[in-house]
């Protein structure tokens, strides 16, 4: 059976860092594009970076560019989202997803294109 568990997310002052995991069981990540996506109470699921299976490229929402990192180890079977200088728009429920592409394409941010979701975990940025 396909899953995800997402961990990493807590409580965290506007400036700090907390480095989010998603490990797979039931399949092998090598072969699907990862995506992270963050949903907000009364809000639809907003991409926030891809990776791609292929060679490791990666793609960020604008507001995230330079201070959020995707990455992926692929003998652990996880990906991991680093994030950095975290601001209190930021916080949400943040959810990994799959879907069986080599490359994470022009429509990454797209939710209704991935196949597997996590559960999420849930990141707050306040003082």
């Known amino acids: 059976q396909l899953k995800f568990v997402e961990s990493g997310g807590g409580l965290v002052q506007p400036g700090g860092s907390l480095r989010l995991s998603c490990a797979a069981s039931?399949?092998?990540?090598?072969?699907?594009?990862i995506g992270w996506f963050r949903r907000s109470p009364g809000k639809e699921h907003d991409g926030v970076s891809c990776?791609?299976?292929?060679?490791?490229?990666?793609y960020y929402k604008d507001s995230v560019k330079g201070r959020f990192t995707i990455s992926r180890d692929n003998a652990k079977n996880t990906v991991y989202l680093q994030m950095n200088s975290l601001k209190p728009e930021d916080t949400a429920v943040y959810h990994c997803?799959?879907?069986?592409?080599?490359?994470?394409?022009?429509?990454?941010?797209?939710?209704?294109?991935?196949?597997?979701w996590g559960p999420g975990t849930q990141v707050t940025v306040s003082s």
């Open positions: 997803a799959a879907v069986p592409w080599v490359s994470c394409g022009s429509r990454w941010y797209a939710p209704d294109d991935y196949d597997y």
């Open positions: 039931g399949f092998i990540l090598d072969y699907y594009a």
């Open positions: 990776i791609s299976s292929s060679d490791g490229s990666a």
